[in-house]
């Protein structure tokens, strides 16, 4: 079982940047791959980004690559997402997942491979 919280979220203007941390508990943190999704008013949630279990491998929607980037700090038992030249239509609720899939490499994006979910926290980006 893992609980995720994820903090780090407001209110920034265009071009800002923003840390979003996940806490994770349980003893088999390491396990899990992470990812990070988000949902806009009136959309579907999408992926974002997402951090293998093993060698800490990356990968990013097209949309956010080059701007944000995912780590993790196993030891801490966290997850980041640093987000930088922030854009109005990244305003969405970002949550934190963990996925024990053992097929990380092909289903990184897929929000039914993630077993626990956060409760997101809010980014709000002004123009």
């Known amino acids: 079982q893992v609980q995720l919280v994820e903090s780090g979220g407001g209110l920034v203007q265009a071009g800002g940047s923003l840390r979003l941390s996940c806490a994770a508990s349980?003893?088999?943190?390491?396990?899990?791959?992470m990812g990070w999704f988000r949902q806009a008013p009136g959309k579907e949630r999408e992926f974002v980004a997402a951090i293998s279990r093993g060698d800490s491998s990356t990968n990013y929607a097209d949309s956010v690559k080059g701007r944000f980037t995912i780590s993790r700090d196993n030891a801490k038992k966290m997850v980041y997402l640093q987000m930088n030249s922030l854009k109005p239509e990244d305003t969405a609720v970002y949550y934190c997942?963990?996925?024990?899939?053992?097929?990380?490499?092909?289903?990184?994006?897929?929000?039914?491979?993630?077993?626990?979910w956060g409760q997101g926290t809010q980014v709000t980006v002004s123009s």
């Open positions: 997942a963990a996925s024990a899939s053992v097929d990380y490499s092909r289903t990184y994006y897929e929000e039914y491979k993630y077993n626990y």
């Open positions: 349980g003893r088999t943190f390491s396990s899990y791959a």
